[in-house]
Structures are given as structure tokens and as C-alpha cells.
């Protein structure tokens, strides 16, 4: 399974930004999705995360600003990032919790870049 995260990039605070992640190679089933983000000189955080149910946890820090949603049929998962502030600039990874037969693993994407500056 690989991880391709896309959307990153610079925008003023107060703008929105949509990052994706999509899940290709042999796939058999995908429970959670997951995005982190790491700001330098930090550890890496959890943001938000949604089940193949859709049931979402986001965030305290961003809760009402950041939305996780996701299409299963396509693998791929997205964060709506709303009223982004300076402190949002990091990192952001997307992880997959992928489960088959054999077993479960976390499988993890190389990250997108998000700067918020003016």
C-alpha cells in the first residue's frame, strides 16, 4: 500500500486549503485514515481521523475550522482546512490502517507541505 499526499502549499491566514491522500497498490481492506502533522522542531500530532464508517475525531485545536472526510470506492482521504492560522504551518501526513487476512499495518505517506503566512 502507498500513501500520496497532495494540496500542501502557502496561504494567508484566514484561507482554506484541501489536502487529499489517496491509497493505491494491492489493497484489501482500509479501516482508519488518518492526518498528522508535524511543525518543525515538534513531535508529530494527530489531527483528525475517520473510520471506513465515517465516524470522525478531530482535533481539539482544530476542531471547527478542520473537517475529515473520506470515498472509500476511491480510497482517498481529505482534510478541509478552514480560518488557517500561523500555527497550523507543518507538515502534513496521512496514515492508513490497512487490514487482511494476515493481519493489520500502518502504512504512511511522505506529507504535504502547509505554510500559512502573510
Known amino acids: 500500500v502507498q500513501l500520496q499526499a497532495s494540496g500542501g502549499g502557502l496561504v494567508q491566514p484566514g484561507g482554506s486549503l484541501r489536502l487529499s491522500c489517496a491509497a493505491t497498490g494491492t489493497i484489501f481492506r482500509i479501516n482508519a485514515m488518518s492526518w498528522y502533522r508535524q511543525a518543525p522542531g515538534e513531535q508529530r500530532v494527530l489531527v483528525a481521523t475517520i473510520t471506513s464508517s465515517n465516524t470522525t475525531a478531530i482535533a481539539a485545536s482544530v476542531k471547527g475550522r478542520f473537517t475529515i472526510s473520506r470515498d472509500n470506492a476511491e480510497n482517498t482521504a481529505y482534510l478541509q482546512m478552514n480560518s488557517l492560522r500561523p500555527e497550523d504551518t507543518a507538515r502534513y501526513y496521512c496514515?492508513?490502517?490497512?487490514?487482511?487476512?494476515?493481519?493489520?499495518?500502518?502504512?504512511w505517506g511522505k506529507g504535504t507541505l502547509v505554510t500559512v503566512s502573510s
Open positions: 496514515s492508513a490502517h490497512h487490514v487482511t487476512l494476515d493481519g493489520q499495518k500502518d502504512y
